[in-house]
């Protein structure tokens, strides 16, 4: 049933992505919800601009509606686990936590510390293991046809290719924030009065994992700062 719903979509790809665009990114939240209902999902970081798109499904109140994933690695920084029972209490929101089914101590015993390497392939391989892995196994456990998540063009080159709506690993992937300002995010947490990730004030534009993240600097920002400058993009957000 999928196989065949994904194939009618991709044929018209180019038309869902000419009506998304003159869409707000609520109202392109909705199309997600309308079109696919329980197959349809949110992903979140809990990181730096993660509560726009979580507040926009709270006004909606759809959090209790959409299945909304948290990708746990098991090397969040002890601000972002705070920062996200802080928004989780606020925005009463219901969250699904998919973590790897290799625990942190058996993965380092198994493939040594992946980020310490410098070695681009065994950070995909972490990578693999603890983002992409737990999270297509919770989409095929939920047979979740479509997911948004709260990806921009801005951050990175290959994200400034991307379309509102694209194909990855033979599912949809929604973008409702893709042609949002890194000043339109700021606008509207502080129209919410949403609060900002403690990290934030020290300097972090985004982050991940507490070892493959660091403060911006004078030769270092957005996405550069993340996995020593050596990628910019976990796996999650890319076909291959």
């Known amino acids: 049933m999928i196989k065949k719903t994904l194939e009618s979509i991709q044929l018209n790809l180019e038309g869902h992505n000419k009506k998304l665009k003159d869409m707000t990114p609520k109202e392109i939240i ?95 391989k972490y990578h693999d293991i603890r983002k992409i892995k737990p999270l297509e196994n919770a989409l095929d456990k939920h047979d979740i046809f479509c997911w948004a998540s709260g990806v921009r063009s801005e951050q990175t080159k290959n994200r400034n290719k991307m379309n509102f709506v694209d194909v990855i690993r033979k599912r949809l992937s929604l973008r409702p924030l893709l042609n949002w300002k890194n000043k339109d995010i700021f606008y509207y947490m502080k ?5 900002s990730h403690p990290l934030f004030s020290k300097g972090y534009s985004t982050v991940g994992d507490w070892h493959s993240s660091s ?26």
């Open 30 to 124: 909705l199309w997600g919800y309308k079109n696919f209902g329980n197959q349809f999902a949110i992903t979140t970081s809990f990181g730096i601009q993660s509560s726009v798109i979580l507040h926009m499904v709270h006004q909606h109140s759809l959090q209790k509606k959409i299945k909304i994933f948290w990708i746990d690695t098991g090397y969040l920084p002890s601000e972002t686990y705070k920062y996200a029972e802080r928004l989780i209490n606020d925005l009463s929101l219901e969250i699904e936590v998919l973590q790897s089914e290799l625990s942190p101590a058996r993965m380092e015993s198994l493939y040594g510390k992946l980020w310490e390497t410098n070695k681009s392939s065994d950070l995909d």
């Open 191 to 195: 129209e919410n009065q949403l609060p």
């Open 215 to 240: 403060p911006e600097s004078v030769d270092k920002e957005g996405r550069t700062t993340r996995f020593g400058g050596m990628k910019q993009e976990c796996g999650i957000h890319t076909e291959n």
